[in-house]
């Protein structure tokens, strides 16, 4: 799909106030027939569970981008979404239903690396092509020729946080507080580590490495250790949930020390959650509205708002590129079968996407440049962007 025209359609259709409304579907009932002039896209996201917040924003992004192209080698393109509850088992499931049920030739998806690590497997034995919008575990690709990403990956996102806190606070300590049970949280925690240890120059820079597990809501423990350690900062890449209620408790403790943090932090309800508690929290992510890398993000910025009345987050804005980049496959490859969608995937390059310009490389993973978000009254705000 041409940029060019990418940006005369987005142009004209913000005029036309989105008079594909209703192009979306959430299925949940009987299965309808196959037509050849429908294209059925399939999408697993957490709509409830734990991760609801990060789920329901990328489905913003999905439907805003199939409202505004509903067409593909003229046919139309009907999405079909299905709750993975936030649940692993539930997210294979959701996958299955997709593909037997549905019908779907590719697939989005899914908000959370473990969910996706769960979907993968299935989506690979039926020759399904997945497009992860956010599962930044390198795990999710690996070893799997049909699941794609829009975002980056944990060894850059904890090297960029790495980056920050010991360049920009001057930090030579960090303990790192995880959700054990999280494959997201443990990943990016090991990266971080890595690349900390790497900046300080001292295999001792890490105090400690601190677990909890999932469900928890009394962090006293992990953070009496933190005070008695008295770290320079404080990396605690955990759900937005856990991760607000941790900080906001840390600070009743008198721990005033940085709290730095992942994507996963990006949702409204990590301020409303922490409160003042979050104020100065920093966090790396995908996209800012206030930074817009191409002319495409430039309008989605104004196209979203106008639809949802407020500002753009980086789930949405990658749930839209994911949608995108399985249109611009399906016209590349002149085809809307499974098996051309993943090869034309599988020779994405320089795509301009709300998020940047993407390139898939060998393992189907977007080198893409991060952006850093401060909490800053009661808001999220850009510092600044960090490229590969």
Not at 73 to 92: C, I, W
Not at 201 to 229: M, R, W
């Amino acid at each position: 799909m041409r940029n060019k025209r990418t940006m005369i359609l987005l142009a004209v259709l913000l005029v036309a106030a989105f008079v594909f409304a209703g192009c979306g579907d959430k299925e949940a009932g009987g299965e309808e027939e196959v037509t050849e002039d429908v294209i059925r896209i399939g999408v697993y996201e957490p709509m409830t569970g734990d991760s609801a917040a990060g789920g329901q924003m990328t489905w913003e992004g999905i439907q805003l981008a199939n409202e505004l192209y509903p067409e593909v080698l003229g046919k139309q393109v009907r999405l079909f979404l299905e709750d993975n509850k936030t649940d692993k088992v539930e997210a294979a499931n959701a996958v299955n239903r997709l593909i037997e049920h549905h019908k779907v030739v590719a697939i989005i998806g899914s908000y959370g690396s473990s969910m996706s690590m769960a979907g993968g497997p299935v989506a690979q034995e039926k020759g399904i092509p997945v497009v992860g919008c956010s599962p930044t575990n390198p795990l999710v690709t690996l070893g799997n020729d049909y699941y794609f990403r829009v975002c980056f990956i944990d060894p850059f996102q904890g090297r960029v946080m790495a980056q920050y806190a010991f360049e920009s606070l001057g930090a030579e300590t960090a303990v790192i507080i995880r959700n054990v049970a999280d494959d997201y949280a443990v990943g990016l925690g090991n990266y971080f580590q890595e690349a900390f240890v790497e900046f300080t120059g001292s295999e001792d820079s890490i105090l400690s490495v601190l677990d909890y597990q999932k469900g928890d809501q009394d962090f006293t423990a992990q953070l009496t250790t933190v005070k008695n350690l008295n770290p320079d900062v404080v990396f605690a890449p955990g759900s937005y949930g856990d991760s607000a209620l941790m900080i906001r408790q840390a600070r009743e403790l008198g721990i005033q020390q940085p709290f730095l943090g992942g994507d996963t932090w990006e949702a409204p309800e990590f301020i409303e959650v922490g409160g003042e508690a979050v104020e100065g929290a920093v966090l790396s992510t995908h996209y800012s509205p206030e930074a817009t890398p191409t002319a495409i993000s430039e309008e989605f910025v104004q196209v979203y708002k106008e639809k949802f009345g407020k500002e753009a987050n980086a789930f949405a804005a990658l749930g839209f590129d994911a949608y995108m980049v399985i249109l611009d496959a399906i016209e590349r490859a002149g085809s809307a079968e499974p098996q051309a969608i993943r090869d034309a995937l599988a020779a994405t390059e320089n795509f301009q996407g709300v998020t940047g310009i993407i390139t898939l490389d060998e393992n189907g993973d977007a080198t893409k440049s991060a952006v850093i978000l401060k909490v800053d009254n009661g808001e999220f705000r850009y510092l600044t962007t960090v490229n590969p």
